[in-house]
């Protein structure tokens, strides 16, 4: 995004979970903030060094340590790519519970502490169903050694789910369990076009009662980010007219049979009530995997002019376009937002995860302009405040929506994060030494 720029004098390679020990008992003794770091790829700045932090990065620990091909539980060190893990338990016929455009180079670690959601977050759920357990190092250097491998434990507080999406401020996650669900053979994926946003939720609607346990996503892109990504792919698009709104439905079952005489009558019904305007099924894998380019490259052809203004929003479905809508509009008034290079932004896009009522708006830039940010921000925030969303629904805090949790948290449950995180990693304050040595000046 050419955004963050980092500065670092000393980056450290673990290979073990001693030397993760060693390195934060070592610093907090010293009081020098470190900052973990995984396959670098969040959106939100969280692993960059601001200052002059540490930065611990876990690519050398990247282990898978067994698999339980009976009870799908995968043990693996938190510094294995995604793609990796997801390419072991495959072989075995099962698959790792998350997927997302960055997982050639994300960490499964980085996954977790960022509780990533991604592409089959409607299927699989969140990572706090699926991580059974994890080791992490605190900032002091002790070993929580929670690596349960189990579904079900109720024996006191689930410590684990804090790390989780903690964006690595109380701890660096060093290793992993993972329950992996068994996966599917048949696998179909529709492309559809859409006339409107209304059209849009129907063809939810319908997807749900005509597929519904073999629903696996239900994503949604608007006509601006497919002309964006066609210009920089240069590709012919999988429909041949351009329409106002498309969804790309997956399914995901055992009867390639049962599941194609479902998707198809799925097809007749949305075509037939004129809920969708036109449509293609892949026919094959390489199909299935060009029909999820279209949307996985979203995010990457939208920063190819020079950069994006980022929104990762919840907001409940009715009124999930709607934001995208107004801030086109009001980009358009302050004068900031044309076809010529005279104006700095190109385009307001929406996209991202229908299936679960998670929007990514990104007002795509030729430069950023203190103006364009002043037009966006607190609108964007005020707007999702108004209607109870999320300002982040699922990349995080980090450096950039720092500053903006209490539009989505009330005071009194950000001063128990608050109060969490001094437990944890403690800053003293009152002219005491300050520690508070993991990943400073992000998140809370
Ligand atoms: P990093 O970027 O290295 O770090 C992210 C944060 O986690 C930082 O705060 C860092 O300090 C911390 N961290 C990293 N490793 C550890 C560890 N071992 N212990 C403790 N803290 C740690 N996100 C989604 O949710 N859904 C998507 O669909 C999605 N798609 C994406 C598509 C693209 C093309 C890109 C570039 C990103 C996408 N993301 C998405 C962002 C997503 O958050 C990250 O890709 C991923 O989860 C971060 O993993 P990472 O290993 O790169 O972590
Ligand atoms: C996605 O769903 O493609 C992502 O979360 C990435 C993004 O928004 O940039
Ligand atoms: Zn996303």
């Given at each position: 995004?050419?955004?963050y720029r980092g500065q670092c004098r000393l980056v450290l390679k673990p290979a073990s979970t001693d030397e993760v020990s060693r390195i934060l008992r070592y610093c907090n003794d010293e009081m020098l903030a470190v900052v973990p770091q995984g396959g670098n790829t969040g959106l939100v700045g969280g692993s960059v060094p601001v200052f002059d ?46 997927d997302l455009g960055a997982k050639g180079s994300c960490h499964v670690g980085g996954n977790v502490a960022t509780n990533a959601g991604g592409l089959r977050f409607l299927r699989y ?320």
């Amino acid at each position: 995004m050419h955004k963050y720029r980092g500065q670092c004098r000393l980056v450290l390679k673990p290979a073990s979970t001693d030397e993760v020990s060693r390195i934060l008992r070592y610093c907090n003794d010293e009081m020098l903030a470190v900052v973990p770091q995984g396959g670098n790829t969040g959106l939100v700045g969280g692993s960059v060094p601001v200052f002059d932090e540490i930065v611990v990065n876990m690519s050398r620990m990247n282990k898978i340590h067994s698999f339980d091909d009976v009870g799908g539980c995968l043990v693996l060190d938190a510094g294995c790519i995604l793609e990796v893990a997801d390419q072991f338990v495959a072989e075995r016929g099962y698959v790792f519970p998350l997927d997302l455009g960055a997982k050639g180079s994300c960490h499964v670690g980085g996954n977790v502490a960022t509780n990533a959601g991604g592409l089959r977050f409607l299927r699989y759920g969140s990572l706090h169903g699926s991580v059974l357990g994890m080791e992490v190092v605190l900032p002091d250097g002790t070993v929580l050694d929670d690596m349960c491998t189990l579904r079900k434990n109720n024996t006191g507080y689930d410590l684990k789910q804090l790390f989780i999406g903690a964006e690595g401020t109380i701890g660096i996650i060093t290793k992993l369990s993972v329950l992996c669900p068994q996966r599917s053979p048949a696998v179909n994926v529709a492309f559809l076009g859409l006339s409107s946003y209304q059209k849009a939720q129907q063809a939810f609607r319908e997807a749900k009662a005509h597929l519904s346990e073999i629903l696996s996503a239900f994503e949604l892109m608007d006509a601006k980010s497919q002309q964006l990504v066609r210009a920089v792919r240069k590709e012919k698009h999988p429909l041949d007219d351009e329409h106002p709104f498309y969804c790309l439905i997956e399914t995901s079952g055992s009867n390639g049979e049962h599941d194609y005489a479902k998707l198809e009558a799925f097809l007749e019904s949305v075509m037939s009530n004129d809920v969708v305007s036109d449509g293609i099924v892949a026919q094959d894998a390489s199909q299935i995997k060009s029909l999820w380019t279209w949307r996985e490259s979203v995010p990457e052809c939208i920063g190819h002019w020079g950069g994006v203004y980022k929104y990762d929003v919840s907001i409940p479905l009715s009124d999930m376009y709607t934001i995208v809508d107004d801030v086109k509009a009001r980009l358009t008034e302050a004068g900031l937002l044309g076809e010529t290079d005279e104006y700095p932004v190109l385009g307001a896009v929406g996209y991202g995860h229908m299936g679960d009522s998670n929007l990514h708006l990104n007002v795509a830039v030729r430069r950023y302009d203190k103006k364009v940010e002043q037009a966006l921000e607190p609108f964007v925030y005020e707007w999702i405040e108004k209607r109870k969303g999320s300002i982040s629904a699922e990349h995080g805090l980090g450096l950039a929506k720092k500053n903006f949790i209490k539009y989505s948290r009330n005071d009194t449950t950000v001063g128990l994060m608050k109060q969490i995180k001094h437990l944890y990693d403690p800053a003293l304050g009152g002219g005491l030494p300050q520690n508070g040595i993991m990943n400073p000046y992000k998140y809370i």
